[in-house]
Every structure is written in structure tokens, then in C-alpha cells.
């Protein structure tokens, strides 16, 4: 991977180990400072509407069906009211090719953006989880000294009280994410009706509680460093042009704490250069004031490290347990508002933004990555559109020969097949369309009917008369009408007498 070089007067061990883990393989608990900013602002409120979606989606119904239903078991899939089955298997696996695509390209330009603001692990961790320990136990100080003092009254509220939310969490999570895989009506009966009745439901529901609450409670940034593919996969996707959350270690090397008689930086307002933290450009009056110092901008404070909930120092350089939750950008922004330098010492950027000021997200890996996805997303747009609500299947009945009829007709036997991908039960009509004109007699007079999102099969005799067909096999066309409009059209074939 790509990384930014770290300073060479520094130690570089940090490669070798992980932040969490101590030298005889022990976990270190990561007490991270409870982090503040606009961009944990930000974080904040898109986590708002993100529990809102997650939350809310279950419960909102079209047509008295879920909006939105991913039943893994039953195969059944309903999503913003489309139904999809078994059937449907290749707009999933192209649509799979798309979330692929669209992850690396996503990668390959913005980094490990996604972890820290749309990821479901970071965003219940680090903005529900984290938020209720920092109201219970307190800021990470006391949350230190609360874990090694003797176990009081104090403690053991504070512990026990904080560990039933948790877990009441985590049943509302489950719950939540089984009411995707079955529907809120179904959990709502696994909650409500007698344990009997539902002991599969409830043992998911037991174990899904579980696994979350131990996710949330202790194995935590340890998903996002050992176990997570995602996180993986980092050092093949990013490249010096990716953004990433970088500390810029030309504007701040040599660290150093400020010494009073240190020139101070020409202030910024007085400066005709833009200045913001995004990136923090900076007037030439500025860096010409910074090369009568002989510290850079970093003050050593460690406050980005104690933000971090990964437990690293991003000072080191792009880390693979960086999950960009910009915690530490958020911090040392407040530093260097403090001190009056500019902001984003620490801040979204690249390697060659950094080191040459450049930035080209557009090169030739992104726009071959942009140009298979908009394929990808065109071929799977024109699938959607060629797909129709319901799927019939004509297969001639194996064995029989043509029959002669005395109204002067030809018949053949075949056996259909109707899949509903609706939500609505169809009465199914045939029409033969070419030629235009025959009739279909069903064996034993079932007509053709299919209830909402299922499978429907039978018998029929098509028959056409004689001086319509020619020698032989004959393409006819059928129409499958439901409620009198016609809804597909379906191509077979029919034996007429060899002449
Ligand atoms: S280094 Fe910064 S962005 Fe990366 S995980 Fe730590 S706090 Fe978040
Ligand atoms: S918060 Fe900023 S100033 Fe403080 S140690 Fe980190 S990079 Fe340096």
C-alpha cells in the first residue's frame, strides 16, 4: 500500500504491531477522548437520518406489503415494492458486480470514507454505543480510572447500567435487522405470541442479540482491524491520488510543543489566500513566516491520538486500522485554531496533495473503474426494463405428436409455467397472437391463476386451424394477458401435420 512516509528521525516499529495489541499478544482497550467538531457534527447528524432509515424502513408498507424485504431463507426478495425471486438471480449477481465496482472506485477516490460515515459498525459503535459510555462512565480519563478501581457502588451502577442498554440495543438491532429478513409483522408475532409458537424466530432473534451486543460491548475497533474484508482489501485499492485522512508532515515536521520566544505566523486574516480546512491553503506571507521557525505546525499535543478510536497516531502515516472517522481532524483543528495556524494540519487529502500540492482524483485506474460501472449500471438498467412482472414458460408436452381435430384444427399439448412477481393475484387470459387466430382448451378447465409473488403451472391444447400452418414445426406467438392487458408475449413452438 501507498503510504505517506513517515519522518525517518522517528521510530518505525509501528508498522510491526498492532496499536492494540501489547507485546505478549494482550488486547489494549482503546479509551478513546470523546471527540468534537463540525465534522463529528456532521457525523452526527447523518447518523440522525441514518437510524432513522434503518430504523424506519421496516415499518413502511406498500400495498400492505413491506417496502422493502431481503428473505434470504425463502429466497424472496421485495425491494421499493418489486418483487424478486429465484428467477431473478442475474440482475442480483450483476448488481453485486455494481456494489463492487462502485466500492473500489469509491476506494480507489475517497479512501476509507465509507467506514467511519456509512459503515454500520462504525455508526452504531461510534454514535450510539460510544455516546451512551460517554454519558454513563464519562470522558476517557474517567472511563480509564473507572476500569481499574475497586468494584463500589459507583462502579457497579455504572457498569451494570451501561451494559443492559447496551444489550436492550442490541435486541432492537436484531430485532430490527430480522424484521429486513422476515418482516416487522412476523417479528412482531415472535414478540407477542407465545414462545411455543415461534422458538425458531426467538432463538435468531436470541442469537442475533448476542452477537451484536458482543460486538458493540467488546470486540469493537478489533471488527474493523482483523476481521473486516473491506478493511482488507485497503492496500490494493488506495495509490498516492486516493484521499485519505493524512496528516500533512510537511506543514507540520519537526513537531515540537510552541516556545513563547517562537516567531509567531503572519495571521491568516491578513493573508489574500484562501484559507480552509479542507485544504488548507495557505498564503506565501504565511509559509514564508513558518521558515523563521524551526518547529512545524505540529505541537505534539497527541490530542489526535487520543481521539482515535483505533488507537493509532495518524502522524505516522496511512494506517490500515484508519477507518477516516476524521475524529483527529476534528481535533487538531481545534489545535491549530488555538495556536491561530490554519486548520487542517490533519485533513482529507492525498499523498501527492501533500507532497506537491496536486490533486487528480481523475486517472486512468478511476475512469477504467467509472467506465465498467456505467456499463455495468447500463446493462442492468436495460435488464430492469426488459423484465416483466410476470414470467411464462411454454414447453411443448415431451412424446405426443399433433392431433387432427374435426372442426378442421391442429392441437398440440403443452404444459405452462406462470411465475407472479407481483403483489397481486392474477387471473392469467392467452391470446395466440401469430398466428391470430386458435384457441386454448385447459386440461381438465383450470384456468390459469397465480397468486401474488408465486408459481403457477397447468395444462393446455393450442389449437390452430390447419390452413394457418405450415409443414411442420411452426413459430407461434402467445400473449398472456391479465385483466385484459397484455402484460408478456411468449414464443414457442407447434407441430403442424407434415404435408
Ligand atoms: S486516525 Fe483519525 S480518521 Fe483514522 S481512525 Fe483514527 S481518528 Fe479516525
Ligand atoms: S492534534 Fe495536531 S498538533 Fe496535536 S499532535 Fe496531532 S497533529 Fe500534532
Known amino acids: 500500500m501507498s503510504v505517506v512516509k513517515k519522518p525517518e528521525n522517528k521510530e518505525s516499529q509501528f508498522r510491526d504491531k498492532l496499536a492494540t495489541v501489547d507485546s505478549k499478544g494482550k ?24 437510524f432513522l432509515i434503518l430504523f424506519g424502513l421496516p415499518f413502511i408498507k406498500l400495498n400492505g406489503e413491506p417496502l422493502v424485504l431481503l428473505n434470504i431463507p425463502e429466497r424472496n426478495f421485495i425491494i421499493f415494492g418489486m418483487h424478486f425471486g429465484p428467477q431473478d438471480f442475474y440482475l442480483f449477481a450483476i448488481g453485486m458486480l455494481i456494489l463492487l465496482v462502485f466500492i473500489i472506485l469509491f476506494t480507489v477516490v475517497y479512501g476509507r470514507l465509507f467506514c467511519g460515515w456509512i459503515c454500520p459498525q462504525t455508526v452504531f459503535l461510534e454514535l450510539m454505543f460510544r455516546r451512551i459510555e460517554y454519558a454513563i462512565e464519562g470522558d476517557h480519563n474517567e472511563q480509564r480510572k473507572l476500569s481499574v478501581a475497586p468494584w463500589d457502588t459507583n462502579k457497579i451502577i455504572k457498569k451494570v447500567s451501561k451494559h443492559i442498554i447496551f444489550f436492550v440495543l442490541s435486541v432492537i438491532i436484531a430485532n430490527t435487522f430480522l424484521a429486513y429478513i422476515i418482516g416487522i409483522d412476523e417479528v412482531k408475532k415472535i414478540i407477542t405470541e407465545p414462545l411455543s409458537q415461534h422458538f425458531g424466530g426467538f432463538a435468531a432473534m436470541l442469537i442475533f442479540s ?10 469493537r475497533e478489533q471488527v474493523c482491524i482483523t476481521i473486516c474484508p473491506y478493511g482488507r482489501l485497503q492496500g490494493v485499492m488506495l495509490d498516492d491520488k486516493s484521499l485519505v485522512v493524512a496528516y500533512d508532515f510537511v506543514r507540520g515536521e519537526p513537531r515540537g510543543k510552541i516556545k513563547k520566544s517562537m516567531a509567531k505566523p503572519a495571521p491568516l486574516a491578513a493573508t489574500s489566500v484562501k484559507t480552509t480546512a479542507a485544504n488548507a491553503d495557505v498564503s506565501q506571507d504565511y509559509f514564508d513566516s513558518m521558515k523563521e521557525q524551526v518547529l512545524g505546525d505540529c505541537i505534539d499535543c497527541s490530542l489526535c491520538v487520543q481521539v482515535c478510536p483505533t488507537g493509532i497516531d495518524i502522524r505516522n502515516g496511512t494506517q490500515l486500522e484508519c477507518v477516516n472517522c476524521t475524529a483527529c481532524m476534528d481535533a487538531c483543528d481545534e489545535v491549530m485554531d488555538k495556536i491561530e495556524r490554519p486548520r487542517g494540519l490533519i485533513r482529507l487529502d492525498s499523498i501527492e496533495g501533500i507532497t506537491q500540492g496536486k490533486r487528480h482524483i481523475f486517472n486512468a485506474r478511476t475512469i477504467g473503474y467509472s467506465v465498467v460501472l456505467f456499463v455495468l449500471i447500463g446493462i442492468e438498467v436495460l435488464l430492469f426494463a426488459l423484465r416483466s412482472d410476470v414470467d411464462v414458460l411454454f414447453l411443448r408436452a415431451g412424446g405426443l405428436l399433433n392431433q387432427r381435430n374435426e372442426d378442421g384444427t391442429i392441437s398440440n399439448l403443452y404444459n405452462y409455467q406462470l ?4 403483489s397481486k393475484d392474477l387471473h392469467i387470459e392467452f391470446k395466440l397472437l401469430d398466428p391470430a387466430v386458435g384457441t386454448f382448451e385447459f386440461v381438465g378447465n383450470v384456468q390459469p391463476e397465480v397468486a401474488k409473488n408465486s408459481h403457477g403451472k397447468g395444462t393446455v391444447f393450442i389449437k390452430i386451424p390447419e390452413e394457418k400452418l405450415e409443414s411442420g414445426k411452426n413459430k407461434i406467438v402467445i400473449g398472456v394477458y391479465s385483466d385484459g392487458e397484455l402484460i408478456t408475449k411468449v414464443k414457442t413452438t407447434f407441430f403442424g401435420p407434415i404435408k
Open 210 to 219: 448476542a452477537v451484536f451486543y458482543y460486538v458493540f460491548a467488546s470486540l
Open 27 to 50: 488486547r489494549i482497550w482503546v479509551y478513546p477522548k470523546k471527540p468534537k467538531g463540525r465534522y463529528t457534527n456532521y457525523r452526527t447528524w447523518l447518523s440522525y437520518v441514518y
Open 419 to 422: 411465475d407472479n412477481k407481483t
